[in-house]
């Protein structure tokens, strides 16, 4: 270990019991060398501010954000970089120079494992994203700036749909279309996407059952089925996908890859990401045996 005094870093959500993000960076920190520990701290909306104050007066070396939060984390930040300043989401805090700073590492997160993962690139697909919460808009952001040849966002809330497609072409040109789950078109849609997303929390455990009102089974045979939920691994939106036949991505590498580059946020080092990803894995297949 680094001779430093160790350094308190921590996730701000609610709930955040199901959470690996603990196992996943005191690994990390483990890998690099960093004198650290990483805790999950269960953060109501009212006690918002006063957590922000506690990352500050406790000198904490970063806090990771998560649901109900990165969007309402950002009044509390001294300001905003990188993709959280287009998008006004924040999953990453990290203390610089005295000030506070939202970063998100979510959209790049979700496109390395994309990548390396789903072998898709991006640029030229036919893309629907199902939900328009804080996971959502980042990715969104990120299809924007890679050249999808169309972004389809398909929410519940028409107001949250009609502001993020405002944002999206006001903040990079890029003109989104939006849809709610029950409309006609929605087949049409599905019949053309090239890759399907579900950036809403359906189907997260325990409601292992839950899954976006989307017709999968119109989808052409090479469209690829995401989900940003990664417990349980196989969620019931996938598992119909793959009944389909149809290709699919589970939510655990983004978590795995967001969760490196909030690392290398907090202490400038990249943690591998075989190790990690093999770690997490090992951990949800035990929980979800144990839960049957």
Known sequence: MK???????????????????????????????????YLSFAIKPAELGAAVEAVRCLKMGGVNITIPH???????????AGDALLTGSVNTVVPEDGKLVGYST???????????????????????????????????????Q??????????RNPEKTAGLR????????????GLSFSEPALMKVAAEADLVINATP??????????????????????????LVYHPLETA????????GLPTLEGLGMLVYQGILACRLWTGLTPPFAPLFQLLNGLLAKKEAFHG
């Open 202 to 227: 359906l189907g997260m455990f325990p409601a292992v059952k839950e899954q976006p009102a989307f017709p999968l089974a119109v989808c052409h045979r090479d469209c690829l089925v995401a989900d």
């Open 166 to 177: 405002a944002d999206l072409l006001d903040r990079t040109g890029f003109s989104a279309r």
């Open 70 to 80: 990165k969007e309402r984390i950002v009044p509390y930040l001294d300001r905003l």
């Open 146 to 155: 890679e050249g999808v040849a169309a972004l389809y966002l398909v929410g």
């Open 3 to 37: 001779t430093v005094a160790r350094r308190l870093f921590g996730l701000f959500g609610d709930p955040v019991g199901h959470s690996l993000s603990p196992h996943l960076q005191n690994e990390a920190f483990r890998l690099l060398g960093i004198n650290g520990v």
């Open 106 to 144: 979510d959209g790049e997160g979700f496109l390395l494992s994309l990548r390396h993962q789903g072998q898709m690139e991006p640029a030229g697909k036919k893309v629907v994203l199902l939900g328009v919460g804080g996971a959502a808009r980042a990715l969104a952001f990120r299809f924007a």
């Open 237 to 244: 939106f996938l598992r119909e996908a793959r009944k389909l």
